[in-house]
């Protein structure tokens, strides 16, 4: 199993930046995709971005596309989101997670994620 453990969450004002920061131990951090989640109070688990496990593809949900930049370094064993222009609909639980499978490709379903930190918030305020 990887362990993974977030940090970064805070508060801050609309329009403005965050980067969350995703450290990875245990298993082959390199050989695995991986993906952010995100979860409001009274709303399930949902899809934010995800990257393949060289780093070469990375998906978007269209709520995040073009603000959102999800990064890899490998070397590091650490995951990255950068959020820009936030808005407070952006107010989360934010996860990250690891994907089943060894060079398996990316995937925009939770179900297919088996290790899950555990979570940093991030709240907007407008």
């Known amino acids: 199993q990887v362990q993974l453990v977030e940090s970064g969450g805070g508060l801050v004002q609309a329009g403005g930046s965050l980067r969350l920061s995703c450290a990875a131990s245990g298993r082959t951090f390199s050989s695995y995709a991986m993906g952010w989640f995100r979860q409001a109070p009274g709303k399930e688990r949902e899809f934010v971005a995800a990257i393949s496990w060289s780093g070469g593809s990375t998906y978007y949900a269209d709520s995040v596309k073009g603000r959102f930049t999800i990064s890899r370094d490998n070397a590091k064993n650490t995951l990255a989101l950068q959020m820009n222009s936030l808005k407070p609909e952006d107010t989360a639980v934010y996860y990250c997670?690891?994907?089943?499978?060894?060079?398996?490709?990316?995937?925009?379903?939770?179900?297919?994620?088996?290790?899950w930190g555990q979570g940093t918030q991030v709240t907007v305020s407008s």
């Open positions: 997670a690891a994907r089943w499978g060894k060079y398996y490709a990316s995937s925009t379903d939770r179900a297919d994620f088996g290790s």
